[in-house]
């Protein structure tokens, strides 16, 4: 079945600093991946969806020059959280559409801003 | 704007006991997910319903579709303890669309 890899999927680090989380997609191509966020016993939120050559699409409200998005290629999104904050600790999840009714999710990342 | 609710928000019961969760939403769509999530963990894809009427079971879990009231619903049956997660249903319009996730209904199943 299809999978995607998120990495890492902890991470800890100082205020001001960035912080680089990728996901991949092993065995299929996936044109568009999507990037949540989910805050202790909440729900998830879109937070941009990466498609691949072109530049990604926030959801309202979402900081694009915090949260930087990369889809370099068909099988690679990244997000990097730039000049990270405490209140930017939460733990990111990525998905890629990997077929017409399909959704499949990374393992998650647990960001910590100390 | 798409708005998925569901209910209750969090659920404790007995093992070998019944119950429903509900997932409402506010515009049409056409597809209706359910996932569910353990503690610390990602999402585990539950099932995927696409039309009215439509109902599947995986083992102690059966989910149902009514497209005309939006409305889909999560049966457990004879409750065991391995079923404590938190689950959320989600709903998509097409290829070109996203996800928009419920607000997560927590189960709890005490022995």
């Known amino acids: 079945g299809a999978v995607v890899s998120q990495h890492p999927s902890r991470v800890i680090c100082k205020s001001g600093t960035s912080v680089k989380i990728e996901c991949r997609s092993l065995d299929f191509q996936a044109t568009t991946m999507f990037w949540y966020r989910q805050f202790p016993k909440k729900s998830l939120m879109l937070m941009a969806t990466s498609n691949e050559g072109s530049k990604a699409t926030y959801e309202q409200g979402v900081e694009k020059d915090k949260f930087l998005i990369n889809h370099a290629s068909l099988t690679l999104s990244t997000l990097t959280v730039t000049s990270a904050h405490p209140e930017d600790s939460s733990f990111y999840i990525c998905?890629?559409?990997?077929?017409?009714?399909?959704?499949?999710f990374g393992s998650g990342t647990r960001l910590t801003v100390v | 704007e798409l708005k998925v609710e569901q209910n209750p928000l969090f659920l404790s019961m007995q093992e070998g006991k019944n119950y429903t969760i509900y997932c409402n939403y506010s515009?049409?769509?056409?597809?209706l997910y359910w996932y569910r999530q353990d503690p610390g963990k990602s999402l585990e894809s539950l099932f995927v319903?696409?039309?009215?009427?439509a109902v599947k079971q995986e083992g102690r879990l059966m989910a149902s579709l009514d497209t005309k009231a939006r409305l889909s619903t999560l049966h457990i049956t004879a409750a065991v303890h391995d079923l404590s997660a938190t689950y959320f249903c989600?709903?998509?319009?097409?290829?070109?669309?996203?996800?928009?996730f419920g607000t997560g209904t927590r189960l709890q199943v005490t022995l």
């Open positions: 319903l696409l039309s009215n009427g």
């Open positions: 998905s890629a559409r990997s077929g017409e009714l399909r959704y499949t």
């Open positions: 989600a709903v998509d319009k097409g290829t070109a669309s996203k996800l928009t």
């Open positions: 515009t049409t769509s056409d597809r």
